[in-house]
Nanobody, 125 residues
Framework: QVQLQAFGGGLVQAGGSLRLSCAASGRTFSTYFMGWFRQAPGKEREFVARISPSGSRPYYADSVKGRFAISRDNAKNTVYLQMNSLKPEDTAVYYC??????????????????WGQGTVVTVSS
């Protein structure tokens, strides 16, 4: 079982950057596909990015491609989301999630087995 805790959110001006971190407990972190999702007020939770256990296969939502970068450090049991060129529409609660198996449907919320508690990102215009 994996427990996840996301942190690093905050208030930033448009055009600025933030780096989110997600710390995982458990010895199996390095075997999990890890993802980031976000949920804006009044909207459904949506896929942002995903990374393979080795870190070699990142996937991104079109809305963040070229601005966000997902990475992981298996020695530290941590996955990161570097967010650059932030826009007001990036404002949301950001969640990290763990998936125990490969999936072509990695953008679906239900594919993920474990979820962190979320961290709030607010981008002011």
């Amino acid at each position: 079982q994996v427990q996840l805790q996301a942190f690093g959110g905050g208030l930033v001006q448009a055009g600025g950057s933030l780096r989110l971190s997600c710390a995982a407990s458990g010895r199996t972190f390095s075997t999990y596909f890890m993802g980031w999702f976000r949920q804006a007020p009044g909207k459904e939770r949506e896929f942002v990015a995903r990374i393979s256990p080795s870190g070699s296969r990142p996937y991104y939502a079109d809305s963040v491609k070229g601005r966000f970068a997902i990475s992981r450090d298996n020695a530290k049991n941590t996955v990161y989301l570097q967010m650059n060129s932030l826009k007001p529409e990036d404002t949301a609660v950001y969640y990290c999630a763990g998936d125990s198996s490969y999936s072509d449907s990695y953008y679906y919320v239900n594919e993920y087995d474990y979820w962190g508690q979320g961290t709030v990102v607010t981008v002011s215009s």
